[in-house]
């Protein structure tokens, strides 16, 4: 009995984990960020699980990679340039900087 609790319970928060994250994703592929990166490895520009790695433990990089997102940059992975994305709000840099960030 109560272990069904508990898997329903577990269940409920996988589903709260991993419907915002499979949104983020989209939004992801809906700005073209997915054309340049990948999950797992480099592309044009570095995977985003390597720039997680990266910034772990950094409170900063939040804020820096929402800022990046919008305006591109260069220097941080190597000599290729992102440009900048001018399709993407602050609000969703900020989603898309928080959730390279969680992977
Ligand atoms: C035209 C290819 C291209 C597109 C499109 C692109 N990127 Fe990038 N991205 C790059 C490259 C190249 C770098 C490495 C820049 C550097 O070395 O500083 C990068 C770096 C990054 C970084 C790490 C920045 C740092 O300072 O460490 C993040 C985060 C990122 N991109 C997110 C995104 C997101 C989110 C989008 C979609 C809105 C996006 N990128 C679209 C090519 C791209």
């Known amino acids: 009995m109560q272990s069904k609790w508990?898997?329903?319970l577990s269940l409920c928060a996988l589903m709260f984990v991993a419907l915002p994250a499979r949104a983020d994703r989209a939004l992801a592929t809906?700005?073209?960020c997915m054309s340049c990166h990948a999950m797992e490895r480099k592309l044009v520009g570095p995977a985003f699980k390597d720039v997680a790695a990266k910034y772990r433990g950094d409170k900063a990089a939040s804020d820096r990679l929402t800022?990046?997102?919008m305006e591109g940059g260069v220097?941080?992975?190597?000599?290729?340039?992102m440009p900048?994305?001018?399709q993407v709000s602050?609000?969703?840099a900020k989603r898309l900087a928080a959730w390279v960030l969680s992977q």
């Open 30 to 32: 809906a700005k073209n």
């Open 75 to 81: 220097g941080a992975w190597g000599k290729v340039p």
């Open 67 to 69: 800022q990046k997102i």
């Open 84 to 86: 900048s994305n001018p």
């Open 90 to 92: 602050e609000a969703e």
């Open 6 to 8: 508990l898997t329903t």
